[in-house]
């Protein structure tokens, strides 16, 4: 599977696991506590000037790992248009770029081993509820790394679909890529099964 750390080394990289997780929740709760849209445009600015710091792959990497945004920010855009509430809407797509960008940008700059460490440190008292920490900390491991891996699917489903035909995609193919989805999680679980499943 493929893995959403950047390998361009930067600054970032360099600073603990928890900082940066601590960073990033201070930033979201501050992105909702704010609606003045000039605020959140120059956050949105401070965010992009981060990413530019890193260095121009890094900025580019973490510009096309942000582009599946697209399609909620259009559908956000639509629906407060045909409302009435543009402002409204646009303090939304504000919020969404500040608060996934950064979460992005802990992702970009943290190995999973250390992110997966931090999840089961934090994760400790679930096990007073019979809660693993370390099933929870696989789980958001599984999770971060099929993200990719989804990407691949549905760009390669897409390509297959231009291939064969000249008509646009239709939602039909949530189908195959389900089906896909499936297929992988089936294979990972019978990996874990072989390996021992979460037993230490």
């Known amino acids: 599977m493929l893995t959403l750390t950047s390998p361009v080394e930067t600054p970032l990289h360099r600073l603990p696991a928890g900082m940066k997780l601590a960073a990033s929740l201070a930033v979201a709760m501050v992105v909702f506590n704010v609606d003045d849209p000039k605020w959140l445009s120059a956050m949105v600015l401070a965010t992009a000037c981060i990413y530019a710091f890193l260095g121009l792959a890094f900025f580019r990497a973490g510009i096309s790992a942000l582009t599946f945004m697209l399609p909620f920010i259009v ?11 543009i402002a409204g809407g646009g303090i939304i797509v504000l919020r969404l770029l500040i608060s996934v960008s950064v979460a992005n940008l802990v992702t970009m700059t943290t190995a999973l081993l250390a992110m997966i460490a931090l999840i089961e440190r934090v994760a400790r008292p679930l096990r007073l509820i019979g809660v693993p920490p370390r099933a929870v900390g696989l789980a958001v491991a599984l999770a971060v790394r099929f993200v990719p891996v989804f990407r691949l699917r549905v760009e390669t489903l897409l390509s297959a679909w231009r291939a064969r035909s000249h008509r646009r995609p239709r939602p039909i193919i949530v189908v195959p890529v389900l089906l896909c989805l499936f297929d992988d999680a089936e294979r990972v679980a019978d990996a874990l099964r072989a390996r021992g499943g979460l037993q230490p």
């Open 75 to 85: 559908v956000v855009g639509i629906w407060h248009a045909v409302t009435g509430d």
